[in-house]
């Protein structure tokens, strides 16, 4: 390492360099890569508004339809707030913490167009706008993810109340943790491309908690409580695998070959798991239907998303299929067992699906497999780290969420009345109806 020798002595030697010399140690901002940032935080919020909200919105009875929706855009709101407020600044605020990035950066102090952030590549800079818009999109997301846990029978107050608190309390810190330079699993040495600590696991694990504290919805069992239009389920997942590409592409930051690996996965992890758990339909119950297909394509986003970058297209491949199997049996068989009603499959998707996807991280990155580790690649060793990550998260969130759901049903109470939830969220919530005979 360098020995320091002063911003003075740093000039100098900077004067003395040959011309060529002095514009090689310049920042670099390349406008394709600052294009391709501004398009993929578009497809992320693409993913949210209307792919999520779509996608969950056929998942629940026609007289919910409205308030799942509803649920997904004021969270994303309320949530993009919060993060200019503080939320930039709690997670990469240029603090020195493991948990915390500091008050730095609160209401976006010293951020102005000239401002850079950096990339993967020394000496290459995007604008730190953007870089705050495409984490901006992640924050919004992560939240929204939660609420098909106890869709159909929440409070809408304590849904915005709950995810004020969970962004505070629970995604900023593990998203210091995982991705800021100072942050703890990140010194660790962790893997997590795209999220799946941050968002999918982080997301899975608060669904679980609330699914219990809010309990099963009235009638579960006895009621008919199918979709009322996959259809608009299909429309909502086909939009989130197209937006899923902003998700992983776009945090490769630049434009380039690692960019376009991370997009290839996107579409090979995906359509081996839609192939996995129509498959094991087809097999285990004598039809495949369009329901396991739109599940296992969430799936197979989920599990590629931590690897996007670092797993081959066919190591992908695997990794979907083997996430998409072990969902199918959480959704299928676990969550049946247990009693706990996951309404959209949260924890059995993204939850499971996260935590598949983060250790598997650790095998097929091995270059061997076809993935990007060097030579030196030790494959126990990284997925020794990729395990002690997942475990950290699940415990900072799944800890941190039960302390907040009971302090919001204390407060507020996180349940609708019973009358209520039989007449539907649409009308009691919102005085209105999404469809009209």
Request: aromatic fraction near 10%; charged fraction near 10%.
């Amino acid at each position: 390492m360098m020995k320091s020798v002063g911003l003075a002595g740093l000039l100098a030697t900077l004067s003395a360099l040959p011309a060529f010399a002095q514009e090689a140690a310049a920042e670099v901002m390349d406008k394709g890569d600052v294009a391709w940032m501004m398009v993929s935080t578009l497809l992320v919020l693409f993913m949210i508004l209307p792919g999520l909200a779509l996608f969950y919105g056929g998942l629940v009875r026609s007289k919910n339809m409205l308030s799942v929706l509803m649920q997904c855009t004021m969270i994303t709101a309320m949530v993009m707030v919060i993060w200019v407020i503080y939320g930039y600044s709690f997670a990469f605020g240029g603090g020195t913490g493991p948990f915390f990035g500091g008050f730095g950066k609160l209401f976006l102090a010293g951020v102005t167009a000239d401002s850079m952030a950096a990339t993967f590549t020394d000496g290459v800079v995007i604008p730190e706008y953007v870089f705050i818009a495409f984490q901006m999109t992640f924050a919004a997301i992560t939240p929204a993810l939660i609420v098909g846990a106890f869709a159909e029978r929440i409070k809408f107050g304590a849904v915005m109340l709950f995810s004020a608190l969970w962004v505070t309390v629970v995604y900023f810190p593990v998203a210091h943790m995982v991705w800021d330079g100072a942050g703890l699993i990140f010194n660790m040495g962790a893997l997590d491309f795209a999220g799946g600590t941050v968002v999918h696991i982080n997301a899975g694990i608060a669904a679980l908690v609330g699914a219990y504290f809010v309990g099963p919805r009235i009638g579960l069992g006895k009621d008919m409580m199918a979709p009322h239009s996959m259809t608009l389920t299909l429309v909502g997942a086909g939009i989130l695998w197209v937006g899923w590409f902003g998700f992983n592409a776009g945090s490769n930051l630049e434009a380039n070959g690692g960019a376009t690996l991370a997009m290839i996965n996107t579409f090979t992890a995906t359509a081996g798991a839609i192939l996995a758990w129509a498959g094991l339909e087809a097999v285990l119950r004598g039809k495949a239907s369009m329901l396991g297909a739109a599940s296992g394509l969430v799936a197979g986003l989920v599990a590629v998303t931590p690897a996007a970058g670092s797993v081959g297209p066919v190591g992908a491949i695997v990794l979907g299929a083997i996430a998409s199997g072990v969902c199918y049996f959480f959704v299928a068989v676990v969550k049946n067992k247990m009693g706990y009603d996951d309404s959209l499959d949260v924890f059995g998707i993204h939850g499971i699906g996260g935590i598949i996807g983060a250790i598997g991280t650790g095998i097929f990155t091995a270059p061997g497999l076809g993935g990007t580790g060097g030579e030196d690649y030790a494959m126990a060793a990284q997925t020794w780290i990729q395990i002690q990550a997942v475990v950290i998260t699940i415990l900072w969130c799944g800890i941190a969420s039960a302390v907040l759901y009971f302090i919001v049903d204390k407060t507020i109470g996180l349940r609708v009345a019973n009358d209520d939830e039989r007449r539907g969220l649409d009308l009691t919530s919102h005085g209105e109806s999404a469809y009209h005979a």
